[in-house]
């Protein structure tokens, strides 16, 4: 019988959480991963956008992911809003770079490890999900495209530029 979640949000309003929250849920996940943790199954019911619209029901029966969630609910908890962000993020991120390939150029799997690029950390840290608890491709594809302007330099700086 898999362990059951009430979450208080609906997907699209997953909180968002610190990148560096983010990042330290992938190394305990790795972690548990080399450590081949099992964990139980585990059923999420959302909360429904609308009181006359279906709740939103997922199953996590992955063996990785059951891990995953297992080494998240160990070190941080599964039992509040964002123990459950954390682990909601973690899991789009992985789902959204196993299908987009345009975003291999955003990381590197190699035996030393992964390496995230830190703008992809940032958008899976405070992007939106989807109403299936995904990232969509778009809006990952639009805000990683956008540059981000390096630190303002101060004004007396020659020919800087100021808005």
């Known amino acids: 019988m898999p362990t059951a979640y009430a979450i208080p949000f609906t997907p699209e ?4 959480i610190a990148p560096r929250a983010l990042l330290r ?12 943790l099992e964990g139980p199954p585990r059923a999420f019911r959302f909360r429904s956008a609308a009181r ?4 939103l029901d997922l199953l996590l029966e ?5 891990c995953w969630a297992e080494a998240l609910d160990r070190r941080i908890g599964l039992d509040h809003a964002e123990g459950m962000a954390t682990l909601l ?3 789009a991120l992985l789902e959204v770079m196993g299908r987009v390939s345009w975003l291999r150029g955003h990381f590197d ?21 989807d ?6 491709e778009e809006g990952l ?20 530029l100021t808005a």
Request: net charge positive; proline share 11%.
């Open 109 to 129: 799997i190699g035996r030393e490890g992964t390496v995230l690029h830190p703008e992809l950390l940032r958008a899976a840290a405070t992007q939106p999900l």
């Open 25 to 36: 849920a992938w190394d305990a996940a790795r972690d548990a991963a080399t450590a081949a």
């Open 89 to 91: 993020r973690l899991l």
């Open 52 to 55: 006359d619209a279906p709740a």
């Open 141 to 160: 594809r639009r805000r990683l495209a956008r540059p981000r302007l390096p630190h303002r330099p101060s004004p007396s700086a020659a020919g800087a």
């Open 131 to 136: 109403g299936a608890a995904r990232f969509d």
């Open 13 to 16: 309003a997953t909180p968002a």
């Open 62 to 66: 992955d063996r990785d992911a059951c």
